[in-house]
């Protein structure tokens, strides 16, 4: 759905640096999803936030992943120190303040790891 | 804590032959259901949705669904398939917060 942001929507980076995903969620919406995408595998549930929150971080690496969603600006998916595992398309997900509805993604982020 | 299982990763099947995509969720309170499609190097798109109402479900692109309580079920299905199907098909449900299965690539020849 064009109304979710992401960008860049391709990022290139070299093993050991720092790569940094943006996400604008739909207008009025307050709850964020990050999925990753393995080349040819199916979605695997990152991350959960809402406004200044995370609620449910299960999905994520323990090490040199983090995600947050600021009061003002966009959520940010931060993968430290990429390897090149860390390939892969990273999708936003965004739904109103009370869920229960219908997700709306973003055209995701490809990040390669060279 | 709600879950949804994919039963088949994979499912190829001929042009104009029918298919039926498997998906059973477990929850413990009462879930919206929904299907979603990825077409090759896109990102998602909702196919289909049950909140509440009658069991069959129309999406767009002929497919439908039947919400089953009893067997926790909400399988996908079109009477006849066209070669612009192949994509990934993922199940989702939803009350609090969403989770999708692992998704069924449907390869149509």
């Known amino acids: 759905n064009a109304g979710v942001m992401q960008n860049p929507r391709h990022l290139v980076r070299r093993r050991g640096q720092e790569a940094r995903l943006r996400c604008s969620p739909m207008?009025?919406?307050?709850?964020v999803y990050w999925y990753r995408q393995l080349p040819e595998e199916g979605l695997k549930f990152m991350v959960y936030l809402q406004k200044e929150n995370i609620i449910d971080e299960s999905g994520m690496p323990k090490e040199r992943f983090s995600a947050e969603f600021p009061k003002e600006g966009p959520s940010i998916l931060r993968i430290q120190q990429v390897v090149r595992g860390d390939s892969a398309a990273y999708f936003c997900?965004?739904?109103?303040?009370?869920?229960?509805?219908?997700?709306?993604f973003g055209q995701g982020t490809r990040l390669t790891v060279v | 804590a709600q879950s949804v299982t994919q039963l088949d990763s994979q499912v190829p099947v001929f042009e104009e032959a029918p298919v039926e995509l498997r998906c059973n969720y477990s929850?413990?309170?009462?879930?919206?259901l929904f299907w979603y499609v990825q077409y090759p190097n896109q990102g998602l798109q909702l196919l289909l949705k049950y909140l509440s109402g009658s069991t069959l479900v129309k999406g767009i692109n002929g497919f439908e669904a039947e919400f089953n309580k009893s067997q926790t079920s909400f399988h996908l299905r079109k009477p006849s398939v066209h070669i612009s199907d192949t994509a990934e098909y993922f199940c989702?449900?939803?009350?609090?917060?969403?989770?999708f299965g692992a998704g069924t690539r449907l390869t149509v020849k």
């Open positions: 207008k009025g919406h307050s709850h």
């Open positions: 989702a449900v939803s009350n609090n917060d969403m989770r």
């Open positions: 929850s413990s309170v009462s879930v919206y």
């Open positions: 997900a965004s739904l109103p303040t009370g869920g229960g509805t219908e997700a709306f």
